[in-house]
């Protein structure tokens, strides 16, 4: 495989989908390419980051897929008509199915704002994930990549990143110091961590076949 094949699924501003561009352009993600972003949300900002970095865009809503069912078989045609290898979920905030991430195994990661297993799963998003560390009061969060299957950010941690909670923190400013120092970096790296697995992987294979 010469580069692996991303498939960005997003919902809203798209500051990690940022980072991923950015780190394509400056090399720093040179095993994969962004081939595709998709979002659930017609206006989510995401969109227009992807339109200004030339990368193809789609806005998939559950309600034209007439629900679940048809939304993710749309997903499945989309990222499959195109060869996608790795799917990135990066802020988006849809439900997928057992049926949806057993198909795409270990094809799919998503960047989760908290050290897993802390402040995760169901209704743990966003700002509410910030809100429970500070009223907990730990000293110190972050953030998770990590392997997605039919659990809420249940799947294999793949990379973490710690941020350390100061005194006066809100759950706005806390989240903009996990996106800055945590999120941003770690999602790229354990992307190009995974597409050069399957580079490499595919290299070897085709070496092997010789
Ligand atoms: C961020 O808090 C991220 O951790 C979570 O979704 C939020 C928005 O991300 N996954 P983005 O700006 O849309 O990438």
């Known amino acids: 495989m010469a580069k692996a094949k991303i498939a960005v699924l997003v919902s809203g501003g798209g500051t990690n989908l940022q980072a991923l561009i950015d780190a394509e352009k400056s090399g720093a993600l040179k095993s994969g390419s962004i081939r595709l972003v998709i979002s659930n949300k017609k206006d989510a900002f ?3 980051r992807a339109a200004k970095a030339g990368i193809e865009a789609l806005a998939i809503t559950r ?3 007439g629900g679940q069912e048809g939304f993710e078989k749309r997903l ?5 008509n195109r060869g996608i290898d790795l799917i990135i979920m ?3 905030l849809s439900i997928l199915s057992e049926d ?3 198909h795409f ?3 799919i990661i998503n960047i989760h704002p908290s050290l ?10 966003g700002l509410t994930v910030h809100e429970a560390a500070l009223e907990k009061g730990v000293k110190v969060t972050g953030a998770t990549v990590h392997y997605v299957n039919e659990i809420p950010d249940g799947g294999e941690i793949i990379m973490q990143k710690a941020v350390e909670v100061k005194d006066g923190d809100t759950p706005e400013i ?6 800055e120092e945590a999120e941003w970096v770690i999602l790229p790296a354990a992307a190009e961590k995974i597409c050069a697995e399957m580079a490499g992987g595919g290299n070897a294979e085709t070496e092997r076949s010789k």
């Open 100 to 102: 949806f991430t057993s």
């Open 116 to 125: 897993i297993p802390s402040f995760c799963g169901k209704g743990f998003y």
């Open 63 to 65: 309600k034209s897929c």
């Open 46 to 48: 995401a969109l227009e």
């Open 174 to 179: 806390l989240q903009r110091r996990v996106m």
């Open 76 to 80: 499945t045609e989309e990222i499959e």
């Open 90 to 92: 990066a802020g988006f």
């Open 105 to 107: 195994d270990h094809r």
